[in-house]
DNA sequence: ATGGTTCATCGTCGATAGACGATGAACCAA
DNA sequence: TTGGTTCATCGTCTATCGACGATGAACCAT
């Protein structure tokens, strides 16, 4: 699967595992309306996404669980609340993630950097 | 599922379910590799893909299709070969959409950087 | 025409995703 | 203690993913 951790010679890493599974962290419609929904209210418990949600309670745990796990989101147990919030500067990687993709991408040959 | 096409209330749309979809794309170590090794060469057959990438035909054909069916990738028919290439602005689009969602993430925060 | 490439598609199969309801733990209020 | 919340986890079920080999179409060669 992966015979080479650099593949195009580029002198730009790139950890294509990693990468891939962030998006896949953001591969649902359902968890970036989570992100949203918890950024819009800089913090939510559970009960709070599934209102805005129409889904049910286990399934959004479970998408938080994801978004948890895969280090976007960060989780703070608050008695019987659970505090969920964006990770700001996690997803901002994302973002120079995909920014160096595609900048890997585009620079069809010589070994910049 | 997506009551709204607006959820948080920030003014900035962001296609969910359209941004998920290009996410599931990149979801996939193999399509990651694919996008390196096609844009290191510019532009490559199925074949040349499949020599960098230790699966089989069938399999990385299905990757350069599902790729290309999420607008990433270009393919021209050429002869008996198929010609694939990286299509740059989509990318960046990508790149776009992941910096609009962090952005719309972080400003109800601190702008810290 | 014949044979060799290249590639997309089909069918199959096992694994995973994603949904749900039910359940139980932890906490609060009375 | 009792009862009501809140939430994570479990078990289940269906649908999709991801892998493969086999097949056939389209395209060179000769």
């Given at each position: 699967m992966?015979?080479?951790?650099?593949?195009?010679?580029?002198?730009?890493?790139?950890?294509?595992?990693?990468?891939?599974?962030?998006?896949?962290?953001?591969?649902?419609?359902?968890?970036?309306?989570?992100?949203?929904?918890?950024?819009?209210?800089?913090?939510?418990?559970?009960?709070?996404?599934?209102?805005?949600?129409?889904?049910?309670q286990?399934?959004?745990?479970q998408?938080?669980?994801?978004?948890?796990?895969?280090?976007?989101v960060?989780?703070t147990p608050?008695r019987?609340?659970?505090?969920?919030?964006?990770?700001?500067?996690?997803?901002?990687?994302v973002?120079?993630?995909?920014?160096?993709?595609?900048?890997?991408?585009?620079?069809?040959?010589?070994?910049?950097?």
């Amino acid at each position: 699967m992966n015979p080479s951790p650099e593949l195009c010679g580029t002198g730009h890493p790139i950890d294509t595992r990693a990468v891939a599974a962030k998006f896949a962290a953001l591969s649902h419609p359902a968890r970036i309306e989570i992100l949203k929904c918890l950024s819009a209210s800089r913090s939510c418990c559970c009960g709070e996404v599934v209102e805005h949600l129409d889904l049910a309670q286990s399934t959004v745990s479970q998408h938080l669980k994801i978004l948890v796990e895969a280090g976007l989101v960060r989780f703070t147990p608050d008695r019987q609340r659970s505090r969920y919030e964006v990770d700001h500067e996690a997803l901002a990687g994302v973002s120079a993630s995909v920014a160096a993709l595609v900048e890997t991408c585009c620079r069809t040959a010589e070994p910049t950097s």
